[in-house]
């Protein structure tokens, strides 16, 4: 292990991750095609249905009101259709004129 870095697991909860220095690591015994067939039998998907990336863990289900249970997304995805939903939902208090200036801790 070459350092611990401060973030957030998949949950968005703080977290300790431990960084790994890839030169250290000693090379594994499997063949590029023995870890490839193992890949194929694998039964859990692990990809985003949005983005399409290969994830380590399993991807989130959204679980908050009005969003789509079907999706698998990674963390990134997650959080940008939650950005684009509170969004939509600004706009569209906005447009019904009940949308309150913020305040700021600097005014």
């Known amino acids: 292990m ?4 401060k973030g957030f697991d998949y949950r968005g ?3 300790d ?3 790994y220095d890839a030169r250290t690591c000693p090379p594994t015994r499997a063949s590029g095609t023995a870890l490839a067939a193992a890949a194929a039998r694998s039964t859990k998907t692990r990809r985003c249905s949005d983005c399409g990336a290969n994830l380590q ?3 989130i289900t959204p679980q908050g009101e009005g969003e789509d249970r079907s999706l698998r997304l990674c963390p990134a995805c997650l959080l ?3 950005l684009r939903a509170a969004q939509a939902a600004l706009a569209g208090e906005r447009e019904n004129g009940r949308h309150q200036s913020v305040q700021t801790c600097h005014s």
């Open 2 to 5: 070459a350092a611990w870095v």
């Open 13 to 15: 909860k703080p977290d």
């Open 17 to 19: 991750i431990a960084r």
């Open 57 to 59: 863990r399993t991807p």
């Open 80 to 82: 940008i259709m939650r």
